[in-house]
């Protein structure tokens, strides 16, 4: 059996990559972390773009729209168990509201891998070549609570 041998390489610089770094830094100061999303997208593109397997590039071709509902979705999640917390608290049941913030947030860390991996991945080509991730959400908790013994 003969080995074969791959090439995988960055032809991106440092100096662009840190220009865009910036830009979005200063973009989500602006907007008060709202533009979050087109700025992870800008820099999924450049990265993917500059990266080459076999002296052809990635391709990214999510958009921060698309990842701007993901993020909003998230962001109202964490609004609704913190709310849930302080309400517990202000009641009275600290200990409570603290346990029920601690589940909710390691449910939800699962469901968000995922999600994430799915989207990127639908995302992602090379040579025209899309990717795939066919993961079950059953095994990440899995995976999750197996850490915690």
Known sequence: ME??????RSIGQGSELFKIWIVNLLLQIVTLGLYYPWGKANQLKYLYENTLFEEDPFQFTGTGK??????????????LIYG??????????????ATIFFL???AIIPLMIHGAYRYRMSRTSWRGIRFGY???RK???????KGFY
């Open 134 to 136: 066919r993961g079950d």
């Open 3 to 8: 080995n074969k041998t791959y090439s995988l």
């Open 104 to 106: 909710c947030f390691t």
């Open 139 to 145: 095994q990440l908790y899995w995976l999750l609570l």
């Open 66 to 79: 698309e990842m701007f509902i993901g993020f909003i979705k998230a962001l109202l999640f964490l609004i």
């Open 84 to 97: 849930i917390f302080f309400l517990t608290a202000y009641a009275g049941f600290p200990i409570i509201g």
